[in-house]
């Protein structure tokens, strides 16, 4: 009896969770290494609050941005505050896209910068846009753990969206050293 109730509970539980897991990346391994990154030029739009629902001003940033004409790029989020340490209604982060070098005018409520060319502490990995930044941080802590280090703010994170369904994103996160 125990060991039919057991089949039942892996094959209805544990396995799909194991597969929506593995399907949204959660079992790979993140790369951290240094690289020279950049120049990135991006437009976006800065944002105050718990950083878990900064997907909703990024999304905006893309709407103003598409209803001007200018075509977006790669997500980028430009990180400015340690959520580890601050409050969730003071976390600080510019929100947006990655922009042509061309494009100097953009719509109201939206800004433009442009992180410059620079060697950087970079940990990268594909997974899911929701699973992806807790799995690059953290890998990105212990690599600096082992050197008696710290992340440093800011921090710069590209999210280079799957090209399928079936092909999830790649997310670096990038620190300056």
Known sequence: MFKKQWLI??????????????????FNSVQVGEQVTGPYHYAYQDYV???ADAGKAQAQVRLLLTQAGIPVG???????????????????AQVGYLVADSVSQVPAGVKLATVPRR???????QAGVMIAPSKAYQALHDYLKGRGQDIRLPTVEVYHAGDSINRMGVLTVQMAE
């Open 9 to 26: 509970i892996l094959f209805s539980f544990v396995l799909p969770i194991a597969f929506i897991w593995w399907w949204w990346g959660g």
């Open 49 to 51: 609050g718990d950083l």
């Open 74 to 92: 790669d997500s980028i989020t430009v990180l400015m505050t340690d959520p580890r340490k601050t409050r969730e209604d003071r976390q600080q």
């Open 119 to 125: 060697r950087v502490l970079v940990a990268t990995v």
